[in-house]
């Protein structure tokens, strides 16, 4: 009787920074303990050994940046069976998307002697803004056992168990003192997806918004407090506009005039 086959793992690379990456490879000793429930097929920040695919599974990591990418996240898509995007740039624009509130073409010829040779589009997008994605896995980087849950839920044909709710859960559960309340320092965590386990909170900093915003975020509400804790117009655009900034700007023009004044 032949051997079962065993399902492919590709790992892909757009405009990031690499950490999504390198949180998978900092699971170590979880690596090895899945290492015979899955065949890493492509993953060019650990090996060389490339397998053509089709894959059973892709992570992406980055955002779209160039037209090269554009067309890269479509031939990625039809290779890979189940997609799932990893980390703020691949599912929000990541931070680079900051190029979207200005003219890229200024920047880039105050940035480089030749801005000729610069092929970059207007705006930093998701992966999701231009193929079918499974699964979006947040964080600015992804949260390890995130991460292994996903794989995991793939392997058991299930799918994952990611919470949705806030990081003010997470305050509540690891009993950090809420920092807002209790300092009166801005903090996003009302509005932003769980999964860091509070640490900016934690340390008595307010949450920066690593994980975009949760499913049902209730920005106006955040608003007021943020106008209570001294904070105008352009300090909470500058809030917002960090790891995150596309998804949170999305979020924000529905209360545009309350940000603005």
Excluded: W
Excluded at 14 to 23: E, F, H, N, P
Excluded at 71 to 87: M, N, P, Q, S, Y
Excluded at 192 to 210: E, N, S
């Amino acid at each position: 009787m032949s051997e079962p086959s065993v399902p492919t793992l590709a790992v892909f690379k757009l405009a990031s920074c690499d950490g999504c990456q390198l949180t998978l490879l900092d699971c170590e000793d979880e690596l090895l303990a899945l290492a015979g429930r899955v065949r890493i097929a492509h993953f060019l920040e650990a090996s060389s050994a490339v397998e053509p695919g089709p894959y059973d599974l892709g992570l992406v990591e980055g955002s779209v940046t160039t037209a090269a990418d554009a067309e890269r996240v479509g031939e990625i898509r039809a290779r890979c069976r189940v997609l799932v995007t990893i980390g703020a740039c691949a599912t929000a624009g990541g931070i680079q998307a900051l190029r979207n509130f200005a003219d890229v073409e200024e920047f880039t010829r105050a940035v480089y002697a030749r801005p000729d040779y610069i092929d970059a589009l207007a705006d930093s997008t998701p992966v999701s803004a231009h193929v079918d994605v499974d699964f979006e896995l947040r964080g600015c980087p992804i949260d390890r056992r995130q991460l292994l849950e996903v794989v995991t839920a793939f392997l058991a044909g299930r799918r994952p168990d990611v919470p949705d709710h806030s990081v003010c859960f997470e305050c509540k559960r690891r009993g950090a003192v809420c920092v807002t309340v209790a300092r009166g320092v801005p903090c996003l965590g009302p509005v932003t997806h769980a999964g860091c386990g509070a640490i900016c909170p934690a340390y008595g900093r307010g949450c920066y918004g690593c994980f975009g915003p949760s499913a049902s975020p209730n920005l106006r509400a955040l608003l007021g407090l943020l106008r209570r804790d001294g904070l105008d117009g352009r300090d909470v655009a500058r809030l917002l506009r960090t790891f995150n900034a596309a998804a949170f700007d999305r979020l924000a023009k529905d209360h545009d005039e309350e940000v603005r004044t």
